[in-house]
């Protein structure tokens, strides 16, 4: 099925002349969900293993093998003004053959002030036309991960996402894809994570609303309706490798280091025109599986000052703690947008109910 798709969008393709590949086309799936992982920076490709892996990679669903998970997050960036909502359910199919888990991600900015009409056709300002809007971008994510025949050592998984993006009354957009997902467990303990998001393309279909989005003043349109109605994102990869250290009888440190890579030329302190490679690093100090104390590092980029234009490194720095009880896991992250770049910080908080931790 995955084959005939992907061949279809090739075929699609070259007859449209109103496409663009956008490096930062549905970027809000690439933020990730749970406390745990954000954390960590991210450094969880590897690492991942409950009802939160579809967002870093759905192969480490394999590990849920006993009885369902339902896991909720919510955050909130620059003071209130956008709200990000993720909520999953996962649950171990009954002919032993896999994990399935469904989940839904949200991300939205309410009350934006609408000016499009503010000025009238003959250039008079008439502030009783100003009204407001909500943008919001939302996704259904349909994950299975499993052992190839029955392969302990090998878990693998995939995601199918589908992709609704309103924008007020002005434009809404559909779109699909796929993620796809390994993790391989050495001899030596070493976990190797792999995680390629939107691996055939994510094709998102925009409708534009020409009439409410343009607004013509003494002749001269403002606001032009775009021409391109196709919005292809490309292919991002995760690499990560992990390895758990028991320190004593109640201590456990689990490391994590790996690379993402964007396929186009980005800030990114390794930027070239094939391929943007960027560094992350976390790690996770448990402490008799009950207390986690987590550190992340991630986003290195090379960003302009404003004052004197000099290009130096940014970097997103990360932390959190989290408590566990039986079956129920509350975990905090906070993150900040960018040492060198800015000052905003973001938190976040994550609830997992896991029954298996309440049967037993």
Known sequence: MKRILFLSIIM?????????IRKYSNEFLNIGAGARGLAMGGAVVSSQDDVYSPMWNPAGLVKIDRDWQLAAM??????????YDYISYAKPLDNDNGVFAISVVRLGVDNILNTTQLIDS???IDYDK??????????????????????????????????YRNVGKFASGYG?????????????????????????TTVNFWTINQKELSAVVNGEEFNPAPTDKMEITMPKLNLGVSRIYELNRDLKLLPEVGLNVDFAKTAAVIST?????????????VFQDMIFIRLGVNRFQTVSDIEDLK?????????GIGIKYKGLTLDYAITNSGIGGSNFYSNFFSLKLDMQGFRN
């Open 122 to 124: 003959e250039g008079n």
């Open 74 to 83: 919510h955050a909130e960036y620059f003071e209130s003004i956008a709200k």
């Open 130 to 163: 100003i009204s407001s809007f909500s943008t919001a971008d939302y996704a259904a994510l349909f994950s299975y991960g499993f052992h190839p025949n029955g392969n302990q050592k090998l878990d693998l998984g995939a995601t199918a996402k589908v992709v």
């Open 176 to 200: 699909f894809g796929f993620d796809l997902g390994a993790i391989y467990h050495t001899d030596t303990d070493w976990n190797l994570g792999f995680m390629l998001r939107d691996a055939t």
């Open 311 to 319: 290009r130096k490194v940014s970097f997103q720095p990360s932390g």
């Open 12 to 20: 699609l393709c070259p007859f449209s002349d109103a496409q663009i």
């Open 273 to 285: 025109d094939f391929a943007s490679i960027t560094p992350y690093a976390g790690g996770e100090l």
